[in-house]
């Protein structure tokens, strides 16, 4: 048992008062007036043998009192050393390493390693040990579960071999966040709940200001741990950073427009003049002639690039500064899409009554997404070269049968085909498409229209109308239909059905394309199809199964996820440094952007390109003030700089005794005794102050 | 002994000292003793110089000239000195004992209230007959003195005078004596209350000085039952509340000697008093007051205004 103020035992010195005051009291136990003592002669009472026996015990009950409130004030405590029973490690110490962009500055980085490896150094053999890093989000790199289930010469090894791999990323600081994390995972005991360890949390960062500590300030501590950061500072405060400011969507990027950047200027930079330009990817220079800027310390400036001088750069630089982990930024080139319909019919494109008007109608003729329709009449005549690019093939009237078999072999290739059934004399081409001997179709003329009743909303035809509230179809009337039966197309799936049963739309599978059956057509003649809203959706989601990306903003930050519908076709993700990785199908989202640059997701005939950029608070590079923990009401240990030392004895043992408080129960120990003592006194006294009738 | 003695009809009528010291007023206490016991006022055969006017008698040189009538003398050439009928008959100095041997008390009240009450009361009863009552309370020395007068605002005065608490360190019984004999040239009564724990030697032969004068001299010795029984049980250590000295003494071993030095020094007060013809009335203060003045009221019918002359020189 070790004592945090020793010098309180000198209070047991007063064990001698009680053996002096029951000295004293033996003679002068009680004083009692009386008028004169002329007449009284001098006859000193004797002492009995029983009162000297009892006032033994009072005397040990009053000095145990005494020396009992003697060790109380002397705060006791056992040291953690008795406590484990063998072990000698007195911490649950996690290592925090900051990780994010902002610590790429020259030399920071190499400084938090060797704070961390200098924490590791003066941690002991009981002791249990974490390493975490952290920038948006919480790494484990060693938790307490490994370090205790390794053995104990091999840890420290292990942590530095571990350290030895990090390096930091480029992403944002979510420090509030991880802090708490982190703080939760100390003050868990795993089971060890008897075991008092100090618990340590030692934060080693930049601290810059756009870590988001801020909302640290709420955060209620776990009990007992204690909170220490190392600030590691940087060679050089001399920082600005460069970021884009993106129009709203990809699709407003104009390759010809102007780009806007911002330069922000650390409040400590002892620079103000910068050059903005367009980067040049065969060096570290600029294409083109850099814009002068100037930007006081602590503010940011607005910077308008010229048009960029060819279509294929996609990064802007800024030079002036001393790190350059936030100097480029990356302005995606639009990818353009520009694809091509082969409509097959016999109708004019004039005819405001016929399915090639309202083909073109829908389909948007410009952008980067541009489908461009290409009408051919159905003969024999029609070169295959003009129509084999083509992303989609439409068919209202019958073929020839020299169409018939490259059209076929497209499909087998993996195009699409619809055939829209403009009358019964069709059948014969379906047939011959399907493959199938024959198929039975019949005009249909409903009393008064037809409705389709029964749709397949899973299927990519009718996937733009998943949400309900899309699924109302009723305003949509037939008039006419060709009857078919799905009987003689057995390979086929009804994707739709009017509601007196017959098939609507069908898909039949051939090869790795795909043939789309309307028996109906879009013309007013036959129905209300292309007036509905529901036509363009229903074209595009024919047009572009796959490709109905979610996420449509041009730029995002290190770490955003964006998601994107489910492919059934295989698509590759193209990363900044230029190598691919396969998109599992089904996917609907991508978490892997963690490096800066212009990712493109490349899919069956269509592309999509992202700018990944810094977060722009990594810029602010500038130190918070060391007080702000104490104003997050942090835990804040004895010192920052020392931090990678264990706090000295004193400070330890003063800790203890604050959690073992074993003063209270030496108080409540020396109460019972004086109680128990007063008790002893009274029940004495009541019995001496009844008359001896042998005194009389 | 608490209990009073009992009335005819078989239920106490005398009040318990202890429950009568509970009334703050001293006043108060001396209207209550004295309520069942006053007898009323009676005329003074004796003549002074006051409102009533009774004869007149020939001017002889010592008299004083105030009381000349100067109208008898222009008309018949005489000097006449007119006489009065005096209201007050009887002189009486009750002679209190502050000193702090008074102060002990172990019935719930002290020698000294005790003292102080029967003082207060026989000034009250004395004042109701119309006479004069004065005050002297002395300790080491003559603390105060209040010349006896009959007026308004005399009682009160006495009763501020015995509300005092006694103080002195000790008592000196010849100190009143002599200074008595300095002022009260005519005769009178003297009552003296006190403890007499005092040495004797010298009180006899003032006290004869007292009774030649004429006073009539009636001594209350007022003891503490514990004073008589010596009653500890325990060892104790015993103050003395005069002197401050310590004794530590086994009780039982000090009883016997104790109550026959004590009873030796009573008996020696009590045989003083009875050669010098003074009366002599041991009272213990849980005795109701009420018989005290029962006592005094006896005692002084009983004695009249008989002198006993007896000499000084016999006294031992």
Same mark, same amino acid.
């Given at each position: ?696 | ?129 119309? =006479? ?68 004797? =030697? ?28 010596? $009653? ?65 009221? $006896? ?18």
């Amino acid at each position: 048992m070790n004592f945090l103020a020793p010098w309180f035992l000198l209070g047991g010195l007063a064990l001698g008062l009680p053996v002096v005051f029951h000295l004293i009291q033996r003679t002068t136990r009680d004083r009692t007036p009386f008028s004169s003592l002329r007449f009284v002669t001098v006859s000193p009472p004797r002492l009995t043998k029983r009162s000297r026996l009892e006032d033994l015990l009072l005397l040990l009950v009053r000095c145990l009192a005494l020396l009992l409130l003697a060790l109380g004030f002397a705060r006791p405590f056992l040291p953690r050393s008795e406590l484990l029973a063998g072990a000698s490690g007195t911490q649950r110490l996690l290592i925090l390493i900051d990780s994010s962009a902002s610590m790429r500055r020259t030399g920071v980085w190499a400084e938090a390693v060797r704070r961390a490896e200098s924490a590791l150094s003066h941690t002991q053999t009981g002791d249990q040990v974490a390493l975490y890093t952290f920038d948006r989000e919480l790494k484990p790199i060693l938790t307490f579960s490994e370090w205790m289930a390794t053995a104990s010469d091999q840890r420290l090894a292990i942590a530095r071999s571990r350290l030895a791999t990090l390096s930091p990323s480029w992403a944002s600081t979510q420090l509030a966040s991880c802090v708490e994390r982190a703080a939760e995972i100390v003050a868990e005991r795993d089971g060890e709940k008897s075991v008092p360890l100090q618990s340590r949390l030692l934060l080693i960062s930049d601290q810059q200001e756009g870590s988001h500590a801020d909302s640290l300030a709420g955060y209620e501590w776990p009990p007992g741990v204690s909170f220490e950061v190392v600030a590691i500072a940087a060679q050089s405060r001399n920082n600005a950073g460069l970021h884009w400011a993106p129009p709203a969507g990809l699709a407003d990027i104009k390759p010809s427009d102007p780009v806007q950047v911002r330069v922000s200027n650390a409040s400590e930079s002892q620079r103000d003049r910068f050059q903005v330009g367009w980067s040049d990817p065969s060096s570290t220079g600029f294409k083109g002639n850099p814009v002068e800027v100037t930007v006081p310390p602590g503010q940011t400036r607005t910077v308008t690039l010229p048009v960029r001088p060819d279509p294929a750069l996609q990064s802007v630089r800024l030079r002036g500064d001393d790190d350059a982990f936030d100097n480029e930024v990356f302005i995606p080139t639009p990818v353009s899409n520009h694809r091509s319909v082969a409509y097959f019919g016999t109708d004019p494109a004039t005819d405001t009554h016929q399915p090639l008007f309202f083909l073109k109608s829908a389909l948007p003729g410009t952008g980067p997404n541009a489908v461009e329709v290409h009408a051919y009449l159905p003969t024999s005549l029609i070169p295959t070269n003009d129509w084999a690019a083509s992303s989609l093939l439409v068919v209202t009237d019958p073929l020839p049968d020299s169409l018939i078999t490259p059209l076929r072999t497209r499909l087998d290739g993996g195009s699409t085909v619809l055939l829209s059934m403009k009358s019964v004399a069709i059948s014969n081409t379906l047939a011959q498409l399907a493959g199938v001997p024959g198929v039975s179709l019949e005009e249909a003329a409903p009393p008064d229209f037809a409705l389709l009743g029964e749709i397949d909303f899973q299927h990519p035809v009718f996937a733009p109308f998943t949400d309900p509230k899309f699924h109302d179809f009723t305003r949509i009337h037939f008039w006419k239909y060709r009857r078919l039966d799905a009987a003689s197309l057995p390979k086929a799936r009804v994707v739709a059905r009017f509601d007196h049963g017959d098939p609507a739309i069908l898909q039949l599978d051939l090869g790795r394309g795909r043939l789309i059956i309307l028996t109906s057509s879009w013309a007013p003649v036959d129905s209300q199809w292309a007036l509905s809203t529901k036509f363009v959706p229903w074209l595009l989601g024919i047009l572009e199964p796959e490709a109905v990306v979610e996420t449509t903003a041009a730029q995002l930050l290190v770490g955003d996820p964006w998601t994107f519908s489910p492919n059934t076709e295989p698509r590759t993700m193209r990363f900044p440094d230029g190598h691919t990785v396969p998109v599992p199908t089904g996917t609907t989202q991508f978490n892997g952007a963690s490096t800066p640059g212009i990712y493109r997701l490349d899919g069956a005939g269509s592309s999509r390109v992202w700018a990944v950029n810094l977060d722009p608070s990594e810029s602010r590079t500038t130190p918070i003030d060391s007080k702000e923990w104490a104003r997050f009401g942090a835990p804040v240990g004895p010192s920052s700089p020392a931090a990678v030392a264990p706090p000295p004895l004193r400070a330890s043992g003063a800790e203890t005794e604050g959690q073992q408080k074993l003063w209270r129960w030496f108080l409540v120990a020396t109460l019972l005794i004086l109680g128990a003592e007063s008790i002893v006194t009274g029940l004495r006294r009541l019995r001496q102050a009844q008359p001896t009738p042998s005194l009389a | 002994m608490k209990a009073a003695s009992p009335s005819p009809s078989g239920k106490s009528t005398l009040i318990d000292p202890a429950t009568l010291m509970r009334l703050g007023s001293l006043e108060w206490r001396a209207r209550i003793i004295v309520e069942g016991t006053r007898n009323g006022l009676h005329r003074s055969p004796y003549h002074g110089f006051s409102v009533e006017f009774t004869e007149y008698r020939q001017y002889t040189p010592g008299d004083d000239l105030r009381h000349l009538d100067w109208r008898v003398f222009a008309r018949s050439d005489r000097y006449e000195i007119k006489k009065f009928e005096d209201e007050t008959n009887l002189r009486c100095h009750l002679v209190v004992d502050q000193s702090r041997s008074m102060g002990y008390g172990s019935c719930g009240l002290t020698k000294a209230d005790y003292a102080a009450t029967l003082a207060a009361t026989l000034a009250y009863f004395l004042e109701l007959r119309g =006479d004069a009552v004065g005050l002297l309370t002395f300790g080491q020395t003559v603390q105060e003195y209040i010349p006896p007068r009959h007026r308004t605002g005399h009682l009160r005065q006495l009763m501020h005078a015995l509300e005092k608490t006694p103080d002195a360190r000790e008592t000196d019984l010849l100190a009143p004596v002599q200074r008595l004999l300095s002022l009260v040239p005519k005769r009178g009564m003297m009552v003296f209350l006190s403890d007499f724990l005092a040495p004797l =030697d010298g009180l006899e032969s003032l006290l004869a000085s007292w009774v030649a004068i004429g006073h009539e001299v009636i001594a209350f010795q007022i003891l503490d039952p514990r004073e008589l029984a010596f $009653d500890f049980a325990q060892p104790t250590r015993l103050e003395d509340l005069e002197t401050g000295r310590m004794l530590a003494l086994d009780p039982n071993a000090a009883r016997e000697s104790y109550l026959a030095a004590f009873h030796r020094h009573n008996e020696q007060l009590q045989k003083l008093c009875e050669r010098l013809g003074v009366g002599f009335r041991q009272l213990v203060t849980d005795r109701p007051l009420e018989l005290a003045l029962t006592e005094f009221i $006896d005692h002084w019918s009983r004695t009249g205004r008989r002198v006993t002359r007896t000499s000084a020189g016999r006294a031992a």
